[in-house]
Each structure stands twice: as C-alpha cells, then as structure tokens.
C-alpha cells in the first residue's frame, strides 16, 4: 500500500524558513509528477508548486522566488524549501504524487495525497 508522509511543518516567524519533506513508501514501481499543495481555513486547496521526475518545475506566482521544490528520486522523497515566509502562507500543506505501483496482483497508476503537515507564520 503507498503512503505519503509529510513532516517539518511548524511555528515560524515571518521572514524565516522552514523545510518540508515528503517521502513515498509502498510498493512503488513509478513516481511521475510531484507537488505540494496548502489549504488555509475557509479557503480551497491551492497548487504551490510541483516538480516532474526529470526536475522540470513550476510555482505558484505567490511563491516564487521565496520556496524552492526539489526531489531525490532514489529516496522517493519530495523536499520544499520555504524562505522569507509571511503570515498569508500559513495553511496545512499537502504533498501529492502521481504514482504507479503494484497492489492487490496489478499494477496502476494514480493520485495519492499526504495527510498534510501544518505550517503557521507569525507577524
């Protein structure tokens, strides 16, 4: 069974850093896409940024230049580096994986999501 698990997540104040990771486990045989999304109360689950399995990457235009997406494809692991964080990127941040992976005798291919790791920023 695959798992994402996310962890890092954090009090941190406003200008610092903070770095999460995300590592696949399960009998994996693929990872493709890779991305974090956040959450913020009453608000919808928003893309931050993804990266391909070459290391192609893309941002969401409120991130960009402050967080940095990476992955270590040998450790099935999908890092986000946040700096110089304000008080609007707190939110519960989600890792996500397009994963193709053996279970239940057959192999295919889909979405999972992490259970999510809360990041809060003060003023």
């Known amino acids: 069974q695959v798992q994402l698990v996310e962890s890092g997540g954090g009090l941190v104040q406003a200008g610092g850093s903070l770095r999460l990771s995300c590592l696949a486990s399960g009998s994996i045989n693929s990872i493709y896409d890779m991305g974090w999304y956040r959450q913020a109360p009453g608000k919808q689950r928003e893309l931050v940024a993804t990266i391909t399995r070459l290391g192609s990457t893309n941002y969401a235009d409120s991130v960009k230049g402050r967080f940095t997406i990476s992955r270590d494809n040998a450790k099935k692991t999908v890092y986000l580096q946040m700096n110089s964080v304000k008080p609007e990127d707190t939110a519960a941040y989600y890792c996500?994986?397009?994963?193709?992976?053996?279970?239940?005798?057959?192999?295919?291919?889909?979405?999972?999501w992490g259970q999510g790791t809360q990041v809060t920023v003060s003023s």
């Open positions: 996500n994986a397009d994963i193709y992976s053996y279970s239940s005798g057959r192999y295919s291919r889909r979405d999972y």
